[in-house]
Nanobody
Framework: EHVVESGGGLVQSGGSLRLSCAAS????????VGWFRQAPGKEREGVSC????????YYADSVKGRFTISRDIAKNTVFLQMNSLRLEDTAVYYCNAHRVLPPRDYWGQGTQVTVSS
């Protein structure tokens, strides 16, 4: 059981990328799936999350209005659409799937997003 991220890459400032987080060996039902990022020399920070139990979403202030989290239930995948990318969005992006009861927690290996000027 694990999650796998994909979709990172190099993009110019103002451009867009879409990250994917696919579950393998389990389904995202009743999981909160979140995207986190870590820039060099900085702590890992939460970017956005989606509660698959009710569809509620959350965004960090720094990405509100630019990033959109969504899901494809049939594909058991959560997406992070990132628009109007900025230099400060450069980081390794990680997917996390978390369930409270019974407790489960999965982290992906990370995908690099680099925004250039």
């Amino acid at each position: 059981e694990h999650v796998v991220e994909s979709g990172g890459g190099l993009v110019q400032s103002g451009g867009s990328l879409r990250l994917s987080c696919a579950a393998s060996g389990f389904t995202f039902d009743h999981y909160i799936v979140g995207w986190f990022r870590q820039a060099p020399g900085k702590e890992r920070e939460g970017v956005s999350c989606l509660d698959n139990s009710n569809g509620n979403t959350y965004y960090a202030d720094s990405v509100k209005g630019r990033f959109t989290i969504s899901r494809d239930i049939a594909k058991n995948t959560v997406f992070l659409q990132m628009n109007s990318l900025r230099l400060e969005d450069t980081a390794v992006y990680y997917c996390n799937a978390h369930r409270v009861l019974p407790p489960r927690d999965y982290w992906g290996q990370g995908t690099q997003v680099t925004v250039s000027s």
